[in-house]
């Protein structure tokens, strides 16, 4: 009775809009278009934005907006600062991401193992990603201070350096490039392990049996089997480590704001101290535009990897 | 026999010392931080002291300066509010438009899915420079809603596609026994779909605040007053006065504004790659 009420009501109320609520083909756009309007909004237009200003004249506190064409890239792509930067971007993200990816594999093969306390130790390897990153590095200021720093008194307590010999962490060019990136590494090692986790436990159990029956070594069977079949998700791991890795900028602000003389300095730090400290708002976005390029790489691949699963 | 167990011994050592070995990598930071709040500021600036003990008896005094008298639990609130809001515009347009994503449209809305996602990797400092004008011609400079305002530029694509692998996991029987019901499409979506979604929403909820927490470079660059600032920003920049650092109060703070989220956080892990994973699991 109840539903034949509602039958009935149902065709008046639809006369005036109750027809948008029924059909997909209406109704789809319209839930849709509020969440891409949004984006569109504030992401869409301020990377537009970003594209002009660079090709612009504006700084803090000046209303002008001029063209100025190429001005901005000619003036700051010869200067050392920049090539440094662009350098130390890909010698962090690359050097970085080799390493997580392979530590990140050992440590999933170690996890795929059952054993007792196992979420525990979960939970543990998870904090440096689950953590406010700038929080986390702060631990890491601590650690690696120039005069209290606990790796520097166990190395000595285990007569391994001197007293004033005290390796300068954060204050010695190759030695702060190398803590910036065993932060990093260590901040994004969590994530990649989880992905590869997931794709190792993907692999139906069969296939490691038929391996085993057929007498694999475990190198052949992890190169030659285990690898091939996890190597999308290998990729995926890759691409966001890449895009955290290249336009990162947290873990050198908190550690070395660049420093010591810009040898850690990197395009999106270089970006911010030039045009959010230094109020040229232009050559800043100018810099920052040499990030875009890889993400379009990055993208493409990702969009490669997603129509092939369509596929399959 | 004997060589046999001896292997299986040797297997497990090494498997527990690799596990170990990494659990001390990525944990000791916070455990230092744990040890570092309860020191006196006389025995950490003590060279010779072994860091790993109290030399001197535990004390209660950086946190009581951590609370008492730096703005430590104003950007505590300040954290929550903006947190608290930016889940409710997520959801708002979120819950749609992943529902509509995984039902409504067909091709181009998968098409559409993954622009939106992808709109996710556009990072914080291609886009500061022009945002940080626009939110000073807005006038919020310098104001939590500036935030508000940015932050769900990162947190609706994520969660668009997260619910939208959520909704499509849902079968399509149930929409369509309440629709001969006498309900709408969209009514079906919110007197049938939304409630048995909670824990999709649940996990949409923890993903967005943790990232709110995490955000560092749109806070930096907007917020430059110290009663405004949120707790990743204030603390690694307001706790050191010129070169001096007071360690015991910045660990501890530290520790207390990341743990307790990551406990929850992990929870839902397995969800987050889900999303993570796209198409490359099957």
């Given at each position: 009775m109840a539903t034949l009420e509602r039958d009935l009501r149902a065709p008046a109320a639809g006369r005036r809009f109750g027809f948008v609520l029924d059909r997909p083909e209406w109704l789809g756009p319209l839930m849709i278009a509020p969440a891409v309007l949004y984006i569109v909004a504030i992401v869409g237009l301020p990377f537009l934005l970003a594209l002009?200003?660079?090709?612009?004249?504006?700084?803090?506190?000046?209303?002008?907006?001029?063209?100025?064409?190429?001005?901005?890239?000619i003036s700051v792509i010869p200067t050392s600062k920049f090539q440094t930067s662009l350098q130390n971007t890909f010698v962090f993200a690359?050097?970085?991401?080799?390493?997580?990816?392979?530590?990140?594999?050992?440590?999933?093969?170690?996890?795929?193992?059952?054993?007792?306390?196992?979420?525990?130790?979960?939970?543990?390897?998870?904090?440096?990603?689950?953590?406010?990153?700038?929080?986390?590095?702060?631990?890491?200021?601590?650690?690696?201070?120039?005069?209290?720093?606990?790796?520097?008194?166990?190395?000595?307590?285990?007569?391994?350096?001197?007293?004033?010999?005290w390796p300068m962490y954060l204050g010695k060019p190759y030695l702060a490039m190398g803590s910036v990136i065993t932060v990093h590494v260590w901040r994004l090692l969590p994530l990649a392990t989880v992905i590869i986790l997931a794709g190792l436990t993907s692999i139906p159990k069969d296939i490691h049996d038929a391996a085993q029956v057929d007498g694999a070594s475990f190198w052949r069977h992890h190169f030659q089997i285990t690898v091939p079949l996890i190597r999308p998700i290998l990729l995926v791991a890759l691409l966001f480590g890449l895009v955290f890795a290249f336009t990162d900028m947290v873990v050198i602000?908190?550690?070395?704001?660049?420093?010591?003389?810009?040898?850690?300095?990197?395009?999106?730090?270089?970006?911010?101290?030039?045009?959010?400290q230094g109020g040229d708002l232009a050559e800043g976005a100018a810099i920052a535009i040499f990030l875009f390029p890889l993400l379009l790489a990055v993208a493409f691949v990702f969009l490669r990897i997603a129509r092939r699963s369509e596929v399959t | 026999m004997a060589a046999g167990t001896g292997r299986r011994w040797g297997l497990r050592v090494g498997h527990f010392g690799v596990v170990g070995l990494f659990t001390l990598f990525t944990a000791f930071p916070f455990y230092w931080m744990l040890v570092t709040t309860f020191k006196r500021t006389s025995d950490l600036l003590k060279r010779g002291n072994n860091p790993f003990v109290y030399n001197e008896a535990p004390t209660l005094e950086n946190l009581r300066v951590l609370f008492q008298?730096?703005?430590?639990?104003?950007?505590?609130?300040?954290?929550?509010?903006?947190?608290?809001?930016?889940?409710?515009?997520?959801?708002?347009?979120?819950?749609?438009?992943?529902?509509?994503?995984?039902?409504?449209?067909?091709?181009?809305?998968?098409?559409?899915?993954?622009?939106?996602f992808l709109t996710y990797l556009v990072p914080p400092t291609l886009l500061f420079i022009p945002m940080s004008r626009v939110i000073g011609d807005l006038g919020l400079q310098d104001s939590l809603?500036?935030?508000?305002?940015?932050?769900?530029?990162?947190?609706?694509?994520?969660?668009?596609?997260?619910?939208?692998?959520?909704?499509?996991?849902?079968?399509?029987?149930?929409?369509?026994?309440?629709?001969?019901?006498?309900?709408?499409?969209?009514?079906?979506?919110?007197?049938?779909?939304?409630?048995?979604?909670?824990?999709?929403?649940?996990?949409v909820v923890i993903f967005s605040f943790t990232l709110v927490m995490q955000e560092f470079v749109y806070a930096l660059t907007f917020i430059s007053s110290v009663r405004q600032m949120t707790v990743s920003v204030g603390v690694?920049?307001?706790?050191?006065?010129?070169?001096?650092?007071?360690?015991?109060?910045?660990?501890?703070?530290?520790?207390?504004a990341s743990v307790p989220i990551a406990i929850l956080y992990n929870f839902f892990v397995d969800r987050f790659i889900a999303g993570f994973t796209v198409g490359a699991i099957k």
């Open positions: 002009y200003y660079s090709v612009s004249d504006i700084s803090m506190g000046r209303r002008t907006l001029g063209f100025v064409g190429l001005k901005n890239f690359i050097v970085s991401q080799v390493l997580v990816i392979i530590l990140a594999n050992i440590l999933a093969l170690a996890l795929l193992k059952e054993f007792r306390g196992k979420w525990v130790v979960r939970l543990l390897l998870l904090l440096p990603w689950v953590a406010p990153i700038s929080l986390g590095t702060i631990g890491w200021l601590w650690i690696l201070d120039s005069i209290y720093s606990v790796i520097n008194w166990t190395l000595e307590a285990f007569g391994l350096i001197t007293a004033d010999g602000f908190v550690l070395t704001r660049g420093g010591p003389y810009d040898t850690t300095q990197v395009l999106a730090s270089l970006a911010f101290f030039t045009g959010i | 008298e730096t703005f430590y639990v104003k950007w505590l609130v300040n954290t929550a509010l903006v947190g608290v809001a930016v889940v409710v515009i997520t959801l708002i347009l979120a819950i749609p438009a992943g529902y509509a994503l995984a039902r409504l449209t067909g091709r181009w809305g998968e098409q559409l899915g993954i622009g939106i809603w500036s935030l508000v305002l940015v932050y769900p530029s990162f947190t609706i694509p994520f969660c668009t596609w997260l619910l939208m692998g959520f909704f499509k996991a849902i079968p399509r029987d149930l929409e369509e026994a309440a629709m001969i019901d006498g309900l709408s499409r969209f009514g079906a979506f919110v007197k049938v779909v939304i409630p048995i979604s909670v824990a999709g929403v649940l996990t690694p920049t307001f706790l050191v006065h010129g070169d001096v650092y007071f360690w015991g109060s910045l660990m501890a703070g530290s520790f207390i």
